[in-house]
């Protein structure tokens, strides 16, 4: 077993610095960009991106999971998805940011992709500050649940109006249709997504393990803790 | 009423007149105290009267930007005071009562209730008094109306179980309108979008008919979400 995950971590890393190789040596500079060279980018913003908004629906899926659970194992894996899910974001957002910078001349638009993922943040800021706010375990794992499954419609909500209500910059259909890519910059762009998606679920197992080891700790203390407590009462 | 009758039988039919008692229960209260209803009016007449000193008509500040300030009023106005329907709850220990009495569905939609009146009212006084200070174009009042009507009954769906998760922190302060921003979010763009149209297009009907049925969509969708979350935000 261990052997496995020792492999494998070797394996995403290899993975991961063959594909940033290839999108700096072997790609092409995209013709008919502002500027071709910085077009690089897109290889790795989009999958960051993508996973953002998957960490979003990994985090409501626990959400539900923990209400109809109520397992704590749930919550900790929602409070992951979360985590990830702003890490991903910002990476997503400074690395956009950056090529908008260089291609529609402003760092920000607000195109209905970069409000959409600006609001995402907020709902997780919201989501770390709730699960600030409340100190017992299972009431701050109820609450937050509860927080992130009615933030969910709203989201897709937002996503799904914002485009009527402003112009996008960003192109649509690109990334599924066989029109929409250079075959160079598709295939390193979903070797890329498939690197990051595999560092995304080592994250997210890391993470896990340790709030799990966090409580187990907490349990241990309250055990030691409490015969003392009481015995200096008594 | 036993709390072994909500889950066995008699539900569907009692949770209208249960809704109906809390929602009369909430006005009587309210109408003692007057706390929210003062604390969201006065909220709002305040930034009315700043917004108006500020951008007075000689400044002539378009009417796209008048349409965003007053729904960053009312919003605004709408955080000060629509959290205290379950705050209040909490803080006189009056939620254990309310929860061996009345179905969890009927807290809700009572509460619902409580804040969508709660917001007309506010913006009965509001609208009119923005209107006349910054001197928006007074046209096509009917739709501003159905904008204001629904738009505030949809933000109030949209904040109302909010309010219930932010009564159960132990610091409310500021929570309540960081909580509520991104799911009212979709409702106050609208509304803002569907307000240009009301004073800015010539056929606004037309303009702001889809900002209607997102609006009521919205409805239908955070209502069902609502329901289904608050029986685990209220039950201990």
């Given at each position: ?234 | ?50 917004a ?13 930007v008048k349409a965003a300030l007053l729904w960053v009023v ?163």
């Amino acid at each position: 077993m261990k052997t496995y995950n020792v492999a494998g971590k070797v394996l995403i890393g290899v993975w991961i610095a063959a594909v940033t190789a290839a999108a700096f040596l072997w790609l092409p500079p995209a013709q008919g960009f502002r500027s071709p060279e910085t077009a690089r980018i897109v290889v790795f913003h989009v999958p960051c991106a993508i996973l953002t908004f998957v960490a979003f629906l990994v985090n409501a899926f626990y959400s539900w999971q923990y209400l109809r659970s109520r397992n704590p194992l749930t919550d900790s894996k929602a409070n992951a998805a979360a985590e990830l899910g702003m890490l991903f974001a910002i990476l997503a957002t400074a690395t956009g940011s950056l090529f908008a910078m260089e291609q529609w001349g402003s760092a920000w638009n607000w195109d209905p992709r970069e409000t959409s993922i600006v609001m995402l943040m907020l709902v997780y800021a919201a989501y770390f500050v709730l699960r600030g706010a409340v100190e017992e375990k299972s009431k701050r794992a109820r609450l937050s649940a509860a927080y992130a499954l009615l933030a969910f419609p709203a989201m897709v909500f937002l996503i799904w109006i914002l485009p009527r209500i402003v112009e996008s910059l960003h192109p649509t259909n690109t990334l599924f249709t066989r029109s929409g890519l250079d075959p160079t910059y598709r295939v390193t762009l979903w070797s890329f997504f498939a690197g990051l998606t595999a560092v995304f679920v080592w994250m997210f197992r890391l993470r896990v393990q340790v709030e799990q080891m966090e409580s187990r700790l907490q349990q241990h203390r309250q055990a030691v803790m409490e015969p003392l407590l009481t015995g200096e009462q008594g | 009423m036993t709390p072994e009758k909500w889950t066995t039988g008699s539900r569907s039919s009692s949770w209208v007149y249960e809704a109906l008692a809390v929602f009369a229960k909430d006005w009587l209260l309210e109408l003692r105290t007057r706390v929210a209803i003062g604390a969201v009016v006065l909220f709002a007449v305040t930034s009315v009267v700043a917004a108006g000193f500020a951008l007075a008509p000689p400044s002539g500040v378009a009417a796209e930007v008048k349409a965003a300030l007053l729904w960053v009023v009312l919003f605004f106005a709408a955080v000060a005071g629509l959290s205290r329907a379950f705050v209040v709850e909490e803080e006189t220990r009056t939620a254990d009562a309310l929860r061996l009495t009345v179905s969890p569905t009927g807290v809700l939609v009572g509460k619902l209730a409580f804040n969508t009146v709660l917001m007309w009212a506010l913006c009965a006084m509001t609208v009119p008094l923005y209107m006349l200070l910054l001197e928006a174009p007074a046209r096509h009042t009917t739709l501003l109306l159905t904008i204001v009507l629904v738009g505030s009954f949809a933000l109030a769906c949209a904040t109302t179980a909010v309010g219930a998760i932010v009564a159960k922190a132990s610091t409310r302060g500021a929570l309540f309108g960081v909580l509520s921003f991104p799911v009212a979010l979709p409702p106050l763009l609208v509304c803002i979008h569907g307000t240009k149209a009301a004073w800015l297009s010539d056929n606004a009907w037309q303009a702001a008919m889809g900002d209607l049925q997102v609006l009521v969509g919205f409805i239908l969708v955070i209502v069902p979400a609502s329901l289904l979350v608050f029986e685990h935000i209220w039950s201990e």
